[in-house]
């Protein structure tokens, strides 16, 4: 499949959102541990100014304000509202694939890699909402395709059509069918739980918000890539792996994960 | 079916976005007529800035200087921000929702109405890329569901469950699936054939902005409702309705559609 964008190899990676991890947090200089926690603080506020807003909707000085952080101390640490734009994108696009090539590094079946890949998408959305309205805002922008889940998304599904596991009329539809279902799915588990249709709202309990709510879009997402029904719902129940580098990196972040 | 929301009676209207459609225009005092044009030229420019940015990002200000209108003026014409907004929402998920109702009046087969309604929404998003642009931003929003188009789409996939003609596991995943698809595919023509990914540049002629995009689309949506892929295709290719209504609404706004 040569004419799939390669994602990058996966790194070790020593950053995180928040910056560097340190060995060990409480031996770090005061300044260091200073310029660590306001770098933070301003990253948080973009993030939810941006997943609400979109980039070109949020200043700098909105970002500064939320962070109660001075104006000029936003150039410490980045070099423009772009530059804080591609390190939120670097998270949520390409820090995140990272990781789920790192959950599915022992699997080999395509379904079980694309489920696995959903059911911990619809995860994570669900346990930071804000990561998952920045997804879904910039995710049907023009360059989503380019940045690390996209990529993925092209691979992985590339990947089970030539192995014939995956049986779609082509890998266009497949890849508009599979983006959607996903993104729709966030947006009913972060709004429409909220909506007027009763028929949804009654729902909640077996349905938005449910416990099996990621397993049975994950079983929608097989049944689109050609599987039959039991088949999807089968592998879209199995248990899940874990990977030790997301839980390092949720005890960077001191959130419960 | 007691709990889908009831779509509004079809009415005969005498609005569009644009205003009251004059019998003749030329016999229109100039006042009025021109009263007219500066109530379009704000809802041309709050609609573009809305679609780009959100309701919640546009100020009023920016409204009156991208119609070119003082500022006092747009208080001639609407209450509000909140107003203008509503007369867009009223225009892209109101209006439009009847006149699917109107091409779809004399089709009983729920698959059809449902192709229909897929493949109209993907052609009005590609003659009108500001009006689709509205659609997948707001179409994901917490009263979204409540507004015509998502009204139409609940109760059209019950119609087609409780006939038997769709089959999917739950009324949920199938109003979140066909949602989602109906949204990427409007993504994928408004940005994705500007994408880096080469797959989907490469596919342009027989894929996104092609000449099938929009039957391929609701051939998927009818294979998510449990429809066999031979019995979708054939489907979204029958040849389409068109409406009186359509063409009068086109018409009175001078545009080519």
Redesign the interface.
Known sequence: MP???KPRANRQRTQTLRGPVPAAEGRQPRGARRKRETRARLLDAALKLMA???M??VAINDITEAADVGFGSFYNHFGSKEGIFAALVEWVFEEFADTLDQLARELSDPAEIVAVSVRHTLMRARREPVWGRLL?REG???????WGL??RL?RDS?RGISAKRFVV?????C???V???????I??E???A???????R??KAS??GGQNFAE??A??VL??LGLK?AEAERIAHLPLPTSRSETRVCRAKSRSC
């Open positions: 004419d799939i964008p609400e807003r979109g070109d909707s879904i049907f922008s023009v360059h989503a395709l380019g996209g990529q092209l590339q009329p082509d890998h266009l539809m890849v508009v069918s983006t959607g279902i996903i993104f729709a799915a947006a009913a972060l709004h429409f909220l909506s007027v249709a009763p028929p949804v009654r729902q349905g938005v049975r879009v079983a929608v049944q689109v029904r």
